[in-house]
């Protein structure tokens, strides 16, 4: 089955640094990447996601790129502010199937004002 | 856009009860519905995959006896916890993905705290 990896597990930053969250995935037949943000005590939210047929994604202050060669891809954040703070969990999918996505151990990010 | 609903937020039991934990879709039919669980600090580890008019697949190590799931409509998946212990608490969260036969982004309903004294 799918393995994620997710790199690091805590990230620091201060406000108007990016932040940078790597991850990893093991099944070459993975094709769909959705990046979630989940504040304390919430659900996860989407916040963006890749295709495999896409190198790049960006949305405002939010990209995400995908090296499908290497198996992997990151979450690059921009400008970060407070209320970026939150846990990220990358996921990686494969059509066919259920399409049960894959999830990675998270990444606390913290934004320092 | 599509929207899970979970219910309840929290609940707090007796060890020995039962709680049982709705999940519906709401503005869309969910033929399939996920169910998780989440530790503090820790990343959602899927229990099972309920299945509406069949039983639901569970993972490795996860009591189908003890975490009773029926999706008995397309719009409504529930899961039992039974007998429920100290250990059982935990954050389960459901999940469903609107775009039926192809590969979207997954929405969550808002997660239940379930605490077990």
Redesign the interface.
């Known amino acids: 089955g799918e393995n994620v990896e997710q790199h690091p597990s805590t990230l620091s930053v201060q406000e108007g640094d990016s932040a940078v969250i790597k991850c990893t995935y093991s099944d070459s037949a993975s094709n769909y990447f959705p990046w979630y943000k989940q504040e304390l005590g919430k659900r996860p939210q989407l916040i963006i996601d890749i295709r495999s047929n896409v190198g790049e994604k960006k949305d405002q202050r939010i990209a995400v790129t995908l090296n499908k060669t290497a198996k992997h891809f990151s979450l690059h954040i921009t400008e970060t502010q407070p209320e970026d703070s939150a846990v990220y969990f990358c996921a990686a999918s494969a059509s066919g199937g259920s399409y049960i996505p894959t999830f990675g151990r998270g990444t606390s990010l913290i934004v320092h004002p | 856009g599509a929207v899970v609903s979970q219910h309840p937020s929290w609940v707090i039991c007796k060890s020995g009860t039962s709680v049982k934990i709705e999940c519906r879709s709401l503005d869309f039919q969910a033929t ?1 519905m ?1 169910w998780y669980r989440q530790f503090p ?4 580890m ?1 229990m099972a ?1 309920s299945n509406e008019g069949s039983k639901a697949t569970y993972e490795q190590g996860v009591e189908k006896d003890k975490f009773l799931i029926n999706h008995a409509s397309l719009t409504l998946s529930t899961l039992t916890v039974t007998s429920a212990h100290p250990e059982d608490s935990s ?1 389960y ?1 459901c999940s469903a ?1 609107p775009g039926t036969g ?10 239940t ?1 379930l605490t077990v004294v």
């Not at chain 2, 600090?41 to 959602?44: D, E, G, P, V, Y």
């Not at chain 2, 192809?102 to 997660?111: A, E, K, P």
Request: zero cysteines; a positive charge.
């Open positions: 399939t996920f600090k820790q990343s959602l899927l995959t954050f969260i993905n192809n590969n979207y982004g997954y929405t969550f309903g808002s997660g705290r």
